[in-house]
């Protein structure tokens, strides 16, 4: 068995508090050193909206819409499903909408921002990884690439972005691309990665875009 198939400390926390995968304690620290959603849930009005790109298996997902304690609205997509196993429902209500899809489609990108404008774009999306490290980092560029077209077509001025990218040589021409965009620009591994991980996570806030 791989180190990534043994459950580590994050992945038994995740399966005790009912989430499907450790990532979620990625969200909660990022969301506690950047705020990234409103942190009373009375901050989190009917309009207030947030867009997820890579939703599988549904971790960031429950967690939004446990902050949001059935106020505000989520959409979310991946081209995998989501799991069941510990939403108690909450993927079947009025507030949440999940598109199972490729999101470098023009398809889903126009559906996903009529749903919009949104107060924030999450995205955990990674790519199906090789083991090389440069292969890897170029798709995971790729995926952030569309993230950042998503941004472009959905995101209300003033909102935020929190995107996962895998380091490689192009990360700093994508960071400085997006930059011009955001108020602040911020790069952030949580302690929740594995120490293996090349991943980071990049969260801008106060977007100076319009979306549409």
């Not at 959905?154 to 700093?172: M, N, P, S, Y």
């Amino acid at each position: 068995m791989s180190n990534y198939e043994k459950p580590d400390f994050w992945s038994q926390k995740a399966q005790r508090e009912s989430y499907p995968a450790r990532s979620v304690y990625k969200l909660q620290e990022i969301d506690k050193k950047f705020s990234l959603l409103p942190k009373n849930q009375g901050q989190v009005g009917p309009n207030y909206r947030v867009l997820e790109l890579g939703a599988a298996p549904g971790s960031w997902s429950l967690y939004v819409l446990r902050r949001f304690s059935g106020r505000g609205f989520l959409a979310a997509c991946d081209i995998s499903p989501l799991s069941r196993r510990y939403d108690g429902g909450l993927f079947d209500g009025g507030n949440f909408f999940f598109k199972r899809a490729d999101i470098f489609t023009e398809e889903t990108l126009s559906e996903l921002a009529a749903l919009g404008p949104f107060d924030l774009l999450l995205s955990d999306a990674a790519p199906s990884t090789s083991g090389g490290r440069l292969i890897d980092a170029a798709r995971s560029l790729e995926l952030a690439e569309a993230v950042l077209l998503y941004a472009r077509a959905a995101l209300k001025e003033g909102g935020g972005l929190c995107v996962k990218i895998f380091q490689g040589a192009d990360t700093a021409d994508f960071i400085k691309k997006l930059r011009p965009s955001f108020a602040s620009l911020n790069t952030f591994k949580p302690e929740a990665c594995r120490a293996s991980s090349f991943e980071t996570y990049i969260v801008g806030r106060g977007a100076l875009i319009t979306a549409g």
